[in-house]
């Protein structure tokens, strides 16, 4: 794992790239909107930092097989399977949009909220990989947004 949200380069880029978002950004590949990808990058974190009560959706002893292919250096894939739970659009569980700009300063808040927080912080479980370590965390939560800033041009 090289980048992470608790690397303050890589957690100001990201800030950065999801500052040039806007709600008529347009997704190159996926189905999302901007404003859903928005609220779906925010609900991870929700469960993370204990916000939301999740319950991971990945049988525990296929867990250790998720984790090192979602950990991996690997990019995700594009048009990937979403969790139900992470889903805003139909079918989905996910926190559905409101308006982009309260939606876009959520995630920027529980960002930084995220990244602020101090090495005993004691996670509670992603909604599919369950318990992550802090290290484990601040890479997934930074390959994620990426991956979907990357599908928005950015």
């Known amino acids: ?3 992470s949200l608790y690397n303050k380069n890589d957690y100001d880029h990201i800030v950065s790239r999801i500052n040039n978002l806007s709600a ?4 190159n590949w996926g189905k999302m909107t901007a404003g859903e990808m928005v609220c779906h990058l925010t609900d991870p974190f929700r ?16 867990r ?3 984790k090192k292919v979602i950990l991996s ?11 139900k739970m992470y889903k805003q659009g139909k079918g989905g569980n996910g926190t ?3 308006t982009f700009d309260n939606d876009k300063q959520a995630l920027l808040d529980i ?24 290290e484990e965390n601040g890479y997934l939560m930074w390959k994620h947004i990426d991956h979907h800033l990357r599908s928005f041009g950015l």
């Open 73 to 83: 250096q690997k990019p995700f894939k594009i048009n990937s399977p979403t969790l």
């Open 64 to 66: 250790p097989i998720a």
């Open 24 to 27: 008529d950004s347009q997704n």
């Open 111 to 134: 960002l930084s909220g995220f990244a602020a927080v101090d090495s005993t912080y004691q996670f509670g479980p992603h909604g599919g990989l369950g318990k992550l370590s802090r």
């Open 1 to 3: 794992m090289t980048n």
């Open 47 to 62: 469960d993370v930092m204990k916000i939301r009560d999740t319950k991971p959706v990945i049988p525990a002893f296929l």
């Open 96 to 98: 559905k949009p409101t």
